[in-house]
């Protein structure tokens, strides 16, 4: 019998990973305007008809591959285990992958904003910037995604090496 906690817990993690993609990552309250963009480059109110770069759309595609993957898990049939083994190692490269754009735009927001500061006309040195605790709480869950997908392919590779194991012995007979 397989364990399902760690299935469930990869689809947890997939879900709150897109819902804090969701939440504002940067706002321009500091300079008068109240109005915040999410990681996805949607922005609280329509008012203006700019965003950032949606780079938030790399992580709820990864959360998305990840959350089917812990889905497939979780079927009883013993054929699902080699595909739930093979989704497993994309969802492990995939939220790795994820976990670059968080730290990426952390380091360098430029990549976030593109040239939305230039269409807004703001100097350089306008006090804008990410939310870094939103984004240090992504790269925490995305680390501990991409922590559970490992976990679940190696969990999916021993019941499948014990099996390859005693086919070899039963065939030597």
């Given amino acids: 019998m397989q364990n399902r906690a760690l299935p469930f817990a ?16 940067f706002n321009l309250n500091r300079i008068g305007i109240e109005i915040s963009w999410n990681g996805l480059g949607i ?6 008809d700019l965003a950032p770069n949606g780079r938030g759309w790399l992580i709820v595609a990864a959360c998305v591959i990840t959350g089917l993957t812990g889905l497939v898990a979780l079927m009883p049939s013993p054929s699902a285990k080699p ?7 994309v969802s492990t490269g995939a939220s790795a992958l994820a976990t670059l754009v968080p730290i990426v735009i952390w380091i360098w927001p ?7 500061q230039d269409h807004l006309e703001l100097p350089d ?5 990410v939310n870094k605790l939103i984004l ?22 021993e019941g499948l090496v ?4 005693d086919r070899r012995t039963s065939s030597r007979r």
């Fill in 110 to 116: 430029s990549w976030y904003f593109g040239s939305f």
């Fill in 83 to 89: 595909l739930a083994r093979m989704m497993a190692g």
């Fill in 136 to 157: 240090g709480f992504l790269i925490l869950t995305l680390i501990l995604l991409t922590g559970l997908c490992a976990g679940l392919f190696i969990e999916r590779s």
């Fill in 125 to 129: 040195d306008a006090p804008i910037g």
């Fill in 10 to 25: 990869v689809i947890i993690a997939s879900v709150t990973a897109i819902a804090v993609t969701a939440l504002p990552w």
């Fill in 162 to 165: 014990a099996r390859q194991q």
């Fill in 43 to 48: 922005a609280s109110d329509q008012v203006l």
